[in-house]
């Protein structure tokens, strides 16, 4: 893309008009529905558009955020990695949010939309089992009926979270369909919705798929950067030079950029699951070989062959694990003002050991790609302020790093 172009599309950007009228960031986004769900999709739109900016629901979301997840999450100087490093690393503490990751700010915001809009019911899809359980969480503050559909592989590997979804009331429902794992999870939430288009909510887990949940999400998760940006300066006085977050779909990664996105000499980078390696089928680093098409209701970057036909995915993360991307990354990408990376499934594995070993934190797998990241980017850059967004804890991943990391015995 040219400069002129993509100048052009930054300052649209920052102006606040993107998503446009159609939920487009540029090119990319957009809304590929059925014709049936037509009717909720404009429902919902004009929803968030009343309820989003309006100061009651403000109010009532800044003090759950307070009072039930925990924020403001602490910013944390990390000491340790910093010397080892060579840099100031922060870390932005989404660890520490109720249920252990940065999806409850968009699973309770949602959560509390549905209850403004009347919905009887809740629906959600989920991969690993993170959004499940924090939807369900939310649910059951909010006080609706939740409903989870999980491939039954996923059900299989993540069998402590089905537990922790159905303790709080949630009812999780296996699908047995297509690739029984989170892209036939998100086609079953779609279809339910579909069937029961006037009383049911359907909660989305990333900024992802068709507008406005790309919007939605990204305005729920900025909270992560609104604090972010506010502690630094404070803290240290300054604006970081850096920011780097591990991307999936997107939405901790969105969160944390998007109060900086004005800041010209804030650099940003986006880090992907390099999996196995770069064969087709072994990653899911959208950024390098994805070419656009649609997915789940989106126009943007994805993993696909020849004939167009989504490709598998791998990653030793299941949070990174899919082969799109959400749309305002594809655009930031193409203009250059964030920039992605990706690291193996043994970088990640190394620091979540270094992490755990050196500052007494137990990162995610997922938010172990952002600690590689960051320490590519401090060996690079010496002295640089770098503030990870630390999306969540690593706790869920013990199972993993049992089979890996321990049974291999921890080298010091
Ligand atoms: C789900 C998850 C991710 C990936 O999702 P994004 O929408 O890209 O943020 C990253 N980290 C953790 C801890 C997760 O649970």
Known sequence: MDKTTANALLAEL???????????????????????????????????????????????????????????????????????????????????????????????????????????????????????????????????????????????????????????????????????????????AFRDWVSNPDDTFYCLGSALGPHPYPYLVRELQSVIGREARAQILERAGALPDMLVACVGGGSNAIGLFHAFLGDASVRMFGVEAGGRGTGLGDNAARMPTGRPGVLHGTYSLLLQDEDGQVQETHSVSAGLDYSGVGPEH??????????????????ALDC????????????????????WGARELARRHPGKRIIVGLSGRGDKDMPTLQNTLLSQGVPS
């Open 352 to 371: 979540v050991k270094e992490c755990s070993t050196h500052e007494g934190v137990l990162p995610a797998l997922e938010s172990a790609h952002a600690l």
């Open 330 to 347: 594809a655009l930031l990408h193409d203009i250059g003002r964030a920039e992605y990376m990706a690291a193996l499934d043994s970088d």
């Open 14 to 188: 920052l102006a606040g008009r993107m998503p446009d009228a159609h939920g487009r960031f540029g090119p990319y986004g957009g809304r590929y529905i059925p014709e049936t769900l037509v009717p909720a999709f404009d429902r919902l739109e004009a929803a968030v558009k009343r309820i989003l900016p309006s100061q009651e629901f403000r109010d009532e979301l800044g003090a759950e955020l307070r009072d039930w997840v925990g924020r403001p999450t602490a910013l944390s100087p990390m000491r340790n990695l910093s010397r080892r490093w060579g840099a100031e690393i922060w870390f932005k503490r989404e660890d520490l949010a109720h249920t252990g990751a940065h999806k409850i700010n968009n699973a309770l915001g949602q959560a509390l939309i549905a209850k403004r809009m009347g919905a009887k019911r809740i629906v959600a899809e989920t991969g690993a089992g993170q959004h499940g359980v924090a939807t369900a969480a939310a649910c059951a503050r909010v006080g609706l009926p939740c409903t989870v559909y999980m491939g039954e592989v996923d059900m299989a590997r993540q069998a402590p979270n089905v537990g922790r979804m159905r303790l709080m009331g949630a009812t999780v429902v296996p699908v047995t369909s297509g690739d029984r794992t989170l892209r036939a999870a998100i086609d079953e």
